[in-house]
C-alpha cells in the first residue's frame, strides 16, 4: 500500500523550480523556489513581486515568512 502524498513532497518536487508565492496581503512573488522548512518558510532565487498581475520590482533572493503565505503553485 502506497503512502498518500504530503505537502513536503509537492514542495521537494517544485524544488529548483518556478512558483508563484500568494500572500495573505493578496502580493505574489515568482521565483525559483530554492529551500524551504516545516514552517514553508521559502526562499526564492530571481523573485519578482507582483501586485494585481503588475510586476512591481525585482528582488533577487527574498525569505518570504510561512505564515504570510496562503498558496504555492507551479507556474
Known sequence: ???PP???DALNKARDKRVIVE???GKQYIGKLKAFDIHI???LED???HVNNELQKKLGVVFI???TITTISPQ
Request: glycine content about 6%; cysteine-free.
Open 41 to 43: 518558510n521559502v526562499v
Open 47 to 49: 523573485a519578482e513581486e
Open 65 to 67: 515568512r510561512g505564515d
Open 23 to 25: 500572500l495573505k496581503s
Open 1 to 3: 500500500m502506497t503512502e
Open 6 to 8: 504530503r505537502p513536503l
